[in-house]
């Protein structure tokens, strides 16, 4: 059965930081990978897709990459903004249904 | 852009009520999805559907039901509301494998 795992499940970095959230997943015969980002009470933003057959995917400040023998994507993201605070979540595909992980609950201190 | 639009934000009904949850595309996609989010358990399957009149359940399907009469809407139905039930319900959409696109959720308060 997938799990997909986000360690941390929060973190705090300081305005300008480049940092990276990381997402493992058990099953490496997925479809492809996505990256959403969840406001407070609001639904999941989309950010960036990698397709299986895919490395990495770009997105502004954004970078996704996938490294599925080992079962592992990271978002990085650069020169980070206050606004950039907000949890994300990384979800497999496989067989057309996705499997999330819980996130990781970023807050950027100004 | 795809554009997946749930009818209501908030919602407060009563214990006991049948509850209806709307969900419309506006992109010809073939799946969608109910999910629901709570605190430290994130985002379960409720019920999806691959075409218009086929259902599947998920991982959670014990008290509600849907209806996809057509391609572009996916109702979820709790059929009698019980407070277990108050949560955020998320509906999306995908095609093929160009990855899913979320509603702005439903927030259903049950008393």
């Known amino acids: 059965k997938q799990e997909v795992t986000q360690i941390p499940a929060a973190l705090s970095v300081p305005e300008g930081e480049n940092l990276v959230l990381n997402c493992s997943f058990t099953d490496s015969a997925i479809y492809n990978l996505q990256w959403f980002r969840q406001d407070p009470g609001k639904g999941l933003t989309s950010l960036l897709l990698i397709q299986s057959s895919q490395r990495e995917q770009t997105s502004g400040r954004l970078n996704a990459s996938l490294d599925k023998s080992s079962g592992r994507s990271t978002l990085y993201i650069a020169a980070s903004q206050p606004g950039d605070s907000a949890t994300y979540l990384c979800a497999v595909n496989r067989d057309d249904k996705i499997i999330f992980g819980k996130g990781t609950r970023l807050h950027i201190l100004p | 852009d795809v554009k997946v639009t749930q009818s209501s934000r908030y919602l407060v009904k009563r214990t006991g009520e049948k509850v209806f949850l709307e969900c419309v595309q506006d992109m010809d996609h073939e799946n969608m999805f109910w999910y629901r989010q709570d605190p430290g358990l994130g985002l379960r399957l409720i019920y999806f559907?691959?075409?218009?009149?086929?259902?599947e359940k998920g991982d959670i399907p014990e008290g509600y039901s849907v209806s996809r009469e057509k391609k572009e809407r996916f109702s979820l139905i709790l059929e009698s509301a019980s407070t277990n039930q108050t949560s955020m319900y998320l509906c999306?959409?995908?095609?093929?494998?160009?990855?899913?696109?979320f509603g702005s959720g439903t927030r259903l308060t049950v008393v």
């Open positions: 559907s691959y075409d218009v009149k086929m259902k």
């Open positions: 999306a959409s995908s095609l093929d494998l160009y990855g899913y696109t």
